[in-house]
């Protein structure tokens, strides 16, 4: 819960600065393995479904860690937290050079996953130094973090040409430590945190932070946050294999194409924060529902050719989208998907300011599990099928599917008559627009 008085805005600013930095190490390594994952596929002859399930295992302890990592947040502060969890990390991705066999692979992988836990951490921490009408901004510029999902794409397969793929799990290893160890030394205890410390009967109980979690409108918040969230991770590490296998390009290529959708994906939440605090978090999500949609729809497209009987004869159209426009439509789709993910965490701030850390955790959780489950879907479907449009196909399916239920829970409950709601939760969730209630997105 933020307290009624701002922090200096020097504070402010020096909280944002530090937790963005970290988060953006952080996300580079969680993301590690959509590159050196290819030189292990290789060297252990790994299917594209056991593939799958190494690079979605992070995935997998990122998103889990979440929710227990918020309520710690919540009891110890960001301050403590945070380096904990990085200095953990650093030393699991130390560890992955030591091991040989698939096995132990996949058990050093849980480790290095702890690295996606640090969102929610951040959140929970940046969240109490703002007040709420800039909170939207302040998580949007802190969730910029991922752009590390880019910086991976691009310097990962530099270093790993340079140094191997061992070597390169070596430098990200002490980056991280190193980063670790500076946040513990340059951080300060956030104000609510402080608070409670000096009032230990202001913290809440176990029970009281896990209640607002029977709310049904959590979990459509976590589904939100499980195509925005997860299938971003999903097509960051998917992408580089997909460019290797369905247009023939290098690996170095491959990964600078990727980081051209993940680039987009991270430096732009920074304008879904500023949009949902000015327009509101549902006009910004329906938004990005739209036009993901579209963009997945022509992505999924499958390479090949239809014949169509005509009175003169057989027409055949060749079907296939050239790279320079899928390209195009990944830089847009990652674009919107950046704007949705802040859209959803404005949305969590303003409904459920006490409980930043427990709701964050559970919408984080589910949006990571979605970076678990569907590159193990991916390869499921390649396997199956060999066709490289499918996980797209896929995506497009799961947006229709998510962005239906919001529709239909925002109609349902206009239909309902309205309660009076306290003041903080007035206009400001619908960014200004004047409404008497929180409107059940």
């Known amino acids: 819960m933020t307290t009624d008085r701002p922090a200096p805005a020097p504070e402010q600013y020096r ?4 937790s963005t930095f970290a988060f953006t190490v ?3 390594v969680w993301t590690l393995f959509s590159i050196i994952g290819v030189s292990i596929k290789e060297e252990l002859g790994l299917s594209d479904t056991r593939f799958g399930l190494l ?3 992070p995935i997998l302890t990122g998103s889990v860690s979440r929710l227990f990592l918020g309520l710690w947040t919540e009891r110890l502060g960001g301050r403590v937290v945070f380096p904990a969890q990085m200095l953990l990390t650093a030393a699991a991705v130390w560890l992955l050079t030591l091991v040989q066999s698939y096995a132990v692979f996949l058990l050093a992988a849980l480790g290095l996953g702890l690295a996606g836990g640090s969102f929610i951490v951040g959140v929970s921490y940046v969240a109490r130094w703002f007040e709420k009408e800039r909170q939207g901004t302040a998580l949007g510029i802190f969730g910029a973090g991922n752009i590390g999902a880019a910086l991976t794409s691009f310097v990962a397969p530099v270093l790993v040409l340079a140094l191997g793929w061992e070597g390169t799990a070596r430098v990200y290893a002490a980056v991280l430590a190193l980063t670790g160890i500076g946040f513990l030394l340059l951080a300060r205890t956030d104000p609510e945190h402080a608070r409670r410390r000096a009032n230990p009967e202001a913290r809440p ?7 607002p979690l029977k709310d049904i409108r959590v979990w459509r918040f976590s589904f939100y946050y499980f195509f925005f969230f997860g299938a971003f991770v999903a097509l960051a590490s998917f992408l580089p294999r997909y460019y290797m296998g369905a247009h023939g390009v290098d690996l170095a290529t491959a990964g600078t194409l990727a980081g051209l959708f993940a680039l987009p994906g991270s430096a732009f939440r920074i304008l879904g924060g500023v949009f949902s605090d000015r327009w509101g978090a549902r006009n910004v999500i329906y938004l990005s529902f739209f036009v993901s949609l579209v963009a997945l729809f022509v992505m999924g497209l499958p390479g090949g050719r239809l ?5 003169g004869g057989v027409i055949e159209f060749a079907i296939r989208v050239p790279l320079g426009v899928f390209v195009a439509l990944s830089v847009v789709l990652g674009f919107v998907m950046s704007l949705g993910s802040a859209a959803v965490f404005k949305h969590v701030s303003v409904y459920y300011p ?4 427990a709701v964050g955790g559970l ?4 949006g990571g599990l979605g970076g678990f489950v569907l590159p193990v879907a991916f390869g499921l479907l390649l396997d199956a099928s060999g066709i490289w449009s499918t996980p797209f196909i896929l995506l497009f399916f799961v947006v229709a599917g998510t962005a239906i239920w ?3 829970a925002i109609r349902g409950f206009e239909r309902i008559p309205a309660k009076p709601v306290p003041a903080a939760h007035r206009a400001r969730a619908d960014g200004g627009a004047g409404r008497s209630a929180p409107y059940g997105s």
């Open 55 to 57: 690079v979605a295992t």
């Open 406 to 408: 919001m529709h239909l």
């Open 307 to 311: 014949a169509l009987q005509a009175t």
């Open 15 to 18: 909280a944002l600065a530090l």
């Open 26 to 28: 952080c996300f580079a």
């Open 205 to 211: 109980s176990l029970a009281r932070q896990l209640a």
């Open 363 to 366: 919408v984080g959780m589910i």
């Open 354 to 357: 006490g409980h930043v850390g």
